[in-house]
């Protein structure tokens, strides 16, 4: 049906009626005609009158407003913009720098058409000699020009799959293809304890004591690390401006390097990564932000455990415990900080003995879930995704057939996209959930507890797993008077469960 270019156009009145010769409705008129030969069709006329001419520094609205609309690509009512006419191009340009912020706002996006008096002008790769009377701003236009070229070459090939350029990523072999075997593997295990409810900072401790470097020869860091396991490289996909490159059926691009993990894998880890930005009690007994891990925490419960005992206005202390020592103990003793550090200074509990209990309690509802949680049901988006994407594909192709307007066309498209990277995600979070559960149901217990360090569960996965499980442990008084360093009663010990 309509299978003509959506463009914009662009009028401006002149400051001096008198001397114009071409009013606005003449540009109108011609820029009209110009489009209607190009086969563009002109869904919107921006219009500045006079006002904005008169003087400089005042801002003309209308082309402010189609240089947003340029960059978006769209009208604000959603109407695709793929383009622009401009007959009288003087009237585009009062300062040097409006032409430059123009043909950036419309070369935003590959593919986007422009026509002046002349006709159509490629702004993407125009040269110097047709720039006519933009002269002033030729060698600033020089280097943005080179900058768009140079993006577009890279996106070109990003959508063959050709392998990037730049430094050998950790994992690949130097020519960035082939895999180089130990750290692949290093990454592989990487992978699976995250999805195992490890921590970031466990996997790069391992790696230091391994004497593992990055790629620039820095030593791993967690932030580095996330970084690494964050990159679509991993599972064979790549990322530009955020978006993963995708080919002309909304599939991404296998790139032609070895991939290390699955899509399914990678997309698990994300899932994890995105859900870890989780939650904690705040000492005001306020659920808040969970803060980063990032201690080496000797001890399981640092951090988690709450103190109980009320305050003189009925409200709990809940001052976070720390772990104090004694010489008269060989034990650890959980304790609430010296009024001074925010604490009530008046709470103590045997440490060891918490950290079994809460310890038994959390793998006992580990064991319990498999069951119900741990087998889980097959995520029931499938057919959903699977419809969703049949019906973008015979959209497209429709569209190709010119059976559905533009109109109707990208407005389904986006809906339908939409539709497609909700399921997506929700089925990253459903694979991810399944594999933790997996991993739970197989040997948390066995690990938990077991003599082998290489085997054992570190305490930074302890941690992960038990955050996991509640949000917090109030430790409630055991009594007045009794010296509570060496008490222990599990009645006294409060979990706060996460939902769920
Ligand atoms: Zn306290």
Redesign the pocket.
């Known amino acids: 049906m309509d299978d003509l270019v959506p463009v914009v156009s662009y009028q401006r009145a002149s400051a001096d009626k008198a001397r114009d010769e071409h009013t606005v409705t003449d540009q109108r008129k011609v820029n009209q005609m110009t489009a209607g030969r190009l086969g563009w069709r002109i869904v919107h006329a921006f219009t500045d009158n006079d006002k904005s001419a008169a003087k400089e520094g005042v801002i003309r609205d209308d082309f402010e407003a189609m240089l947003r609309v340029l960059r978006a690509g769209r009208l604000p009512d959603g109407t695709r913009v793929q383009g622009c006419v401009v007959v009288a191009e003087d009237r585009l340009v009062r300062r040097a720098g409006d032409y430059e912020r123009f043909v950036d706002a419309i070369t935003s996006s590959d593919g986007r058409v422009f026509a002046d008096a002349r006709g159509p002008k490629d702004l993407y790769s125009e040269d110097v000699e047709s720039m006519g009377l933009m002269g002033a701003v030729l060698s600033r236009m020089e280097v943005k020009k080179m900058r768009r070229r140079v993006t577009r070459w890279h996106r070109s090939r990003a959508e063959d799959g050709v392998i990037p350029n730049g430094y050998r990523p950790f994992g690949w072999r130097d020519d960035r293809r082939m895999l180089d075997p130990v750290q692949a593997t290093a990454i592989r295990k990487a992978v699976q304890a995250i999805l195992a409810g490890g921590s970031l900072n466990s996997i790069v401790r391992n790696w230091q004591e391994t004497g593992f470097l990055t790629t620039r020869g820095n030593a791993w860091e967690a932030q580095t690390l996330k970084q690494l396991l964050r990159n679509p490289r991993l599972c064979g996909w790549r990322k530009i401006n955020g978006e993963i490159v995708k080919d002309a059926d909304g599939k991404p691009v296998q790139g032609q390097w070895e991939a290390i993990i699955t899509p399914q894998e990678w997309e698990a880890v994300q899932a994890i990564f995105d859900a870890r930005r989780g939650k904690q009690v705040g000492s005001n007994g306020v659920i808040g932000n969970l803060p980063t891990d990032f201690r080496d925490h000797t001890y399981l419960l640092t951090g988690i455990l709450r ?1 109980g ?1 009320p305050k003189d206005d009925g409200t709990l ?1 809940m ?1 976070k415990l720390r772990v104090t020592s004694h010489r008269d103990c060989d034990h650890h003793v959980y304790a ?1 900080r010296s009024k001074a550090q925010g ?5 103590a509990r045997r440490g060891d003995m918490v950290d079994v209990f809460v310890s038994e309690v959390v793998l006992a509802k580990l064991e319990e879930q498999p069951l119900e949680a741990a087998q889980v049901e097959p995520w029931t988006g499938a057919s959903e995704l699977e419809e969703t994407e049949t019906q973008l594909r015979e959209l497209r192709d429709h569209w190709h057939k010119k059976k559905v307007s533009n109109s109707l066309f990208f407005s389904e498209v986006e809906r339908l996209e939409g539709e497609i990277s909700r399921l997506t995600k929700e089925r990253a979070q459903h694979e991810a959930a399944a594999r933790r559960a997996r991993s739970t149901v197989t040997d948390i217990r066995r690990r938990w507890y077991s003599d082998t360090d290489d085997d054992r569960l570190d305490m930074a996965q302890k941690r992960a797993l038990l955050r996991e499980a509640f949000h917090a442990v109030i430790v409630h008084p055991v009594g007045q008077g009794r010296g509570s360093r060496g008490t222990f009663d599990p009645d006294k010990l409060e979990l706060i469960w996460r939902e769920n």
Request: contains cysteine; hydrophobic residues 20%; aromatic residues 0%.
């Open positions: 103190c005992r202390c001052a609430c604490g009530c200074g008046r709470l």
